[in-house]
């Protein structure tokens, strides 16, 4: 057994058992003293004639006796570093004002030489001087109106086999209790995201059939992003919800648990007495147990603070005084602050969106739901996305400035719409060239729109007109034609195919025999 120090009180404690007619080895299982103490001590008294009967000790009673056979005891203990201690009483107390024991046993050591045991200096400071550090006192606090109040917690439950992937997996528990009847609600899931903890919340409250006034939570980030006494900053997804339901969040203190005592046991009460030990064969059936669990098993428990059933205490009491659950499903969504990379696109829910090239550089607040993306910049909508599968991206090329985008909005369909507007006989020579091979001839087509912009949409038609009649509507020949001012002169229709001889005798043999001179209108 292991060793302690004795001080008067624990050998005036070991006799009075002894009186009692207990053996040395019930008094040491009930003390958690060594038998070789305790017979050192009844020794002494045997010597002097007392025996275990109820008038065999001394008539002044054994702290007297033990003060006046003990004098190292006269001062209340019997520790050989007491007196070292002794040494530095001051220098512990004021330690202790803004230090742990442990902080000033440690600087007492290094820096001025403190033999003594961590062990002796918490049982020195703890005997001797209690006021320097007062024992800390618990406040239980009353349960809270019916209805009013439910805490929540997330915890780790274990690993399960999955028979389908083959692997072991986490599995989390989702806990709620309702701080007045102590029935309580647990959801099996396999990660500790935003989107567990809404559905969590959403199945708690429609399998009590209510929503509690205020919901007591943990400082972690699905429910609070800023910890903080006054003005915490809550997860939007969360505010949403609680928007929704109509409760009141109301975050615990950062490292204090005791703010939710209630909800502290529920996880380990799970884990112990229905994950342990039980094999699942899927998702479904952990969650169907579950449910079955809090009904049957902890909803039927004689509670050991109320000493009533949870679930019998809930009809009772609380069940009435629920708020209704609204009439219209929340939709769930997962908030995010991605970055706005230089290429205009943000990363969410694995797949890449675009934004306005104005926020390039910003950190956004990103809306996902299973529908739509969502993107604010201080509560301002700024771009809205439908939702696209892992892996893929969706780019609105307006979003880029419109110098870069103007290649990628131009596309075969909109060049055609384009060359339309712009005449007949342009619109002639891009459905030519976008008809042979549109990716390849695309940037030609743009090009020869573009040089509407420099020569008039009605020189633009008239040189693609002379350009359709050769049979050559390229972008080049068409500048050419418009450069040399060839627009405005005579085209030349072809009315029979060239014949290869015809070059032999000349360019002028060639337009008499094969080229039809024709005028037409120009502008």
């Not at 019916?146 to 599995?171: C, H, S, T």
């Not at 072809?494 to 120009?522: C, M």
């Amino acid at each position: 057994m292991a060793r302690r120090r004795i001080i008067v009180r624990d050998i005036s404690e070991i006799l009075g058992h002894w009186q009692a007619g207990r053996s040395i080895r019930a008094i040491a299982r009930s003390l958690g003293t060594d038998r070789k103490t305790i017979k050192k001590y009844v020794k002494v008294a045997v010597e002097q004639g007392f025996q275990p009967a109820p008038d065999g000790g001394p008539p002044e009673g054994w702290g007297s006796w033990v003060a006046r056979n003990f004098p190292r005891s006269s001062r209340g203990e019997l520790m050989p570093t007491a007196a070292e201690l002794d040494c530095f009483r001051k220098d512990i107390v004021d330690g202790l004002k803004g230090a742990c024991a442990a902080t000033v046993w440690q600087r007492l050591r290094d820096e001025k030489g403190l033999k003594a045991s961590l062990r002796s200096f918490r049982r020195y400071v703890e005997r001797l001087l209690p006021q320097a550090r007062p024992a800390p006192v618990t406040v239980r606090r009353d349960d809270p109106p019916p209805g009013e109040e439910a805490q929540v917690d997330f915890g780790y439950l274990g690993l399960w086999q999955d028979p389908v992937l083959g692997v072991r997996r986490k599995v989390y528990a989702f806990a709620m209790v309702l701080s007045c009847s102590r029935f309580g609600f647990a959801r099996a899931f396999f990660r500790m995201d935003q989107q567990a903890w809404q559905e969590g919340h959403i199945r708690a409250f429609e399998f009590w059939g209510g929503v509690p006034e205020r919901v007591i939570l943990d400082n972690l980030k699905a429910g609070v992003i800023k910890p903080d006494l006054y003005d915490p900053r809550f997860n939007r997804g969360y505010e949403e919800l609680a928007h929704h339901y109509g409760f009141l969040i109301d975050p615990a203190r950062a490292g204090k648990p005791r703010d939710k005592a209630r909800i502290e046991r529920l996880v380990p009460y799970v884990r112990n007495s229905f994950w342990k030990g039980r094999d699942f064969g899927s998702p479904e059936e952990i969650n169907h147990g579950l449910q079955e669990w809090c009904l049957k098993v902890a909803g039927q428990r004689i509670h050991g603070t109320t000493r009533r059933r949870p679930s019998e205490e809930f009809e009772a009491v609380e069940r009435g005084v629920l708020k209704p659950l609204p009439p219209e499903p929340f939709e769930m969504a997962a908030w995010h602050q991605p970055l706005v990379a230089y290429d205009c696109h943000i990363q969410v829910g694995s797949a890449v969106y675009s934004v306005p090239y104005q926020y390039r550089g910003q950190r956004l607040d990103v809306r996902l739901s299973e529908s739509r993306v969502e993107c604010y910049l201080d509560h301002e909508l700024v771009k809205t996305h439908p939702r696209v599968s892992k892996g893929r991206r969706h780019t609105d090329w307006s979003d880029y400035p419109p110098e870069k985008a103007a290649f990628f909005e131009r596309t075969p369909k909109w060049c055609q719409q384009r060359a339309a507007q712009l005449g007949p006989e342009v619109e002639k020579a891009v459905v030519t060239l976008l008809g042979e091979h549109q990716l390849h001839y695309l940037r030609q087509s743009q090009g020869i729109i573009h040089l509407a912009d420099k020569y008039g949409a009605g020189r633009l038609n008239a040189a693609c007109a002379r350009a359709n009649a050769y049979g050559l509507p390229a972008y080049q020949t068409i500048k050419n034609i418009l450069e040399k001012g060839l627009d405005r002169q005579l085209t030349m229709t072809i009315t029979t195919p060239p014949i290869a001889g015809a070059f032999l005798r000349g360019p002028e043999e060639l337009f008499n025999a094969v080229y039809k001179k024709q005028e037409i209108d120009l502008p």
